[in-house]
Every structure is written in C-alpha cells, then in structure tokens.
Nanobody
Framework: QVQLVESGGGSVQAGGSLRLSCAAS????????MGWFRQAPGKEREFVAG????????AYTDSVKGRFTISRDNAKNSGYLQMNSLKPEDTAVYYC????????????????WGHGTQVTVSS
C-alpha cells in the first residue's frame, strides 16, 4: 500500500521559514516524480513545485520562485520543500504527490497523494 505522509507544517509570521517533508512508502520512490501542491480556502488546488525522477529537473510556480526549494532524497524515500520568506498568501494546505510523469506542473500526472499539512502565515 502506497502512502505519502507530509509533515513540517505550522504557523509562522511573515518572513519566516518552514521545511515540509514528504515520507513515501510502498513504492520505488526514485522511479516517481514528486510534486508539491497547495489549496487555500475557497481556491482551487495549485501547483507549487515539482522535481522529475529523470534528471531531477525542477519547476516552480512563479509566485514561489526564489523563495521555495524542492529536493528529494531517494535513499530516504523522502521529498522536501524548503519555504523561506513566507508570505500570508502562502497560507494553504500543502500536499505532496508522486507520479510516473514528466509533466510535473500538472496534477493529472500524479497517482499518489498525501493528506496534506497546514501552513499558516500571519502578517
């Protein structure tokens, strides 16, 4: 059974940092691209960052470029999202996802999803 478990969310003030982790089990993690998505109240889920399983190429949505960094450790079956210079508009539930896809910006390519972790940024 495949499981993705996010951790590291919490409440911070604007300008602060958080590091989200995604622990994967039940799959050959190195064979899957990994993505981070978020959903704010009343809004649709949106792509935040992704890392391909081939070449470890990364992509970010424009609003987080220069502030967020996605990474992975295949030996630990884990992925990470380092979030710096957080803004109130980053407040959302953050989800990690895994899929055998190279179109990492699209949620349709992801097969497995975690349950999410809440990130709240206060001004």
């Amino acid at each position: 059974q495949v499981q993705l478990v996010e951790s590291g969310g919490g409440s911070v003030q604007a300008g602060g940092s958080l590091r989200l982790s995604c622990a994967a089990s039940g799959l050959t993690f190195r064979s899957y691209s990994m993505g981070w998505f978020r959903q704010a109240p009343g809004k649709e889920r949106e792509f935040v960052a992704g890392i391909r399983y081939i070449g470890n190429n990364v992509a970010y949505t424009d609003s987080v470029k220069g502030r967020f960094t996605i990474s992975r450790d295949n030996a630990k079956n884990s992925g990470y999202l380092q979030m710096n210079s957080l803004k109130p508009e980053d407040t959302a539930v953050y989800y990690c996802a895994a899929g055998a896809t190279l179109k990492i910006e699209s949620d349709s390519g992801y097969t497995y999803w975690g349950h999410g972790t809440q990130v709240t940024v206060s001004s």
